[in-house]
């Protein structure tokens, strides 16, 4: 095929690719902002064009064909190498610009990275960055995502990955509580109080504690259950119990003497820990916007 008929089809093509990913028809022209028959007359044209099936569909759902399989693989290494064309053209701007989409928790967006991201806005404005903030698992390629910031031991295979700085998680109970019920001594103590959980899986009923060699597990109740630390925090203000919270939601609480650190010895288990990592697409060229923001965040969570 000459270059004259090729250079039309490359829209076709990546709108090609758009589609396999997405699996739908739809969510690809809600992507692009176009209509889906406007999607489904690039890919009759496609396949017209190289006078092949690349697309099984019936009212139910959609496949590749054998063929449409090897055009995928092929039309989506020349996504990448696009997406690597504008990269080097953006790793040598020493003016930082360009857009950036960073996905974070919730918990950690709000209390830890939210002033650092403004601060970034105001000293880069020639970034456009927007936030992500979910708790499920982010695709980094469905969602469209550049950088992804977790608190993890198990980065994402695949990715670079880039540590920020570390997380513990912190048993704690206000003092008007302790003096009421004692200050438990041993994991086994807490067993008799009042333990705020997550309530995201029956796991979270049961907590573990390891000092050293020693590892303690206990099955933990409680008069109230709710996945979101400010509001835990709030009932571990009022003496309600006491609850286990990643580092950075309660530190200044602890500092200021509002709440105590309980079994203080012993490390608590459990997810919300570990170390804080961006992880971005591996690629020869790296965006500068990329590079610059991941470097902001270490400098100010080290």
């Not at 701007?93 to 857009?99: F, I």
């Not at 001594?185 to 109080?193: A, E, L, M, N, V």
């Amino acid at each position: 095929m000459d270059t004259n008929r090729l250079i039309p089809l490359l829209s076709e093509m990546a709108i090609f690719v758009n589609v396999v990913e997405s699996g739908s028809f739809s969510q690809t022209a809600k992507k692009l902002g176009v209509s889906p028959s406007s999607v489904s007359r690039s890919i009759t044209r496609l396949e017209s064009a190289l006078e092949e099936k690349l697309l099984e569909r019936t009212t139910r759902q959609m496949r590749l064909s054998s063929t449409g399989q090897e055009v995928y693989s092929l039309c989506s290494d020349m996504m990448n190498s696009a997406k690597m064309a504008v990269s080097a053209a953006q790793v040598d701007k020493t003016d930082v610009s360009g857009s950036l989409r960073v996905a974070a928790p919730k918990a950690l967006s709000r209390q830890v990275l939210m002033p650092f991201i403004l601060d970034f806005i105001d000293d880069y404005p020639n970034v456009s960055l927007q936030l992500k903030v979910a708790d499920h698992y982010i695709d980094p390629i469905g969602d469209e995502v550049d950088i992804i910031i977790m608190i993890t031991d198990k980065p994402m295979e695949g990715l670079i990955a880039k540590p920020l700085g570390h997380c513990r998680l912190v048993l704690c109970a206000s003092p008007e509580y302790i003096e009421q019920y004692g200050m438990p001594i041993h994991p086994q103590d807490i067993s008799g109080h009042n333990c705020l959980c997550l309530g995201e899986n029956p796991r979270d009923r049961v907590w573990e504690f390891t000092n050293n060699n020693k590892k303690v597990s206990i099955n933990v109740n409680g008069s109230f259950i709710v996945n979101h630390s400010e509001i835990r925090r709030e009932a571990v203000l009022r003496g309600v119990g006491l609850s286990v919270f990643p580092e950075f939601a309660i530190q200044s609480y602890i500092d200021s003497g509002q709440v105590i650190e309980v079994l203080r010895d012993w490390h608590v288990g459990g997810n919300y820990q570990g170390k804080i990592i961006a992880q971005y697409a591996q690629s020869k060229y790296i965006p500068s916007q990329i590079k610059t923001f991941i470097e902001y965040i270490q400098n100010r969570l080290v």
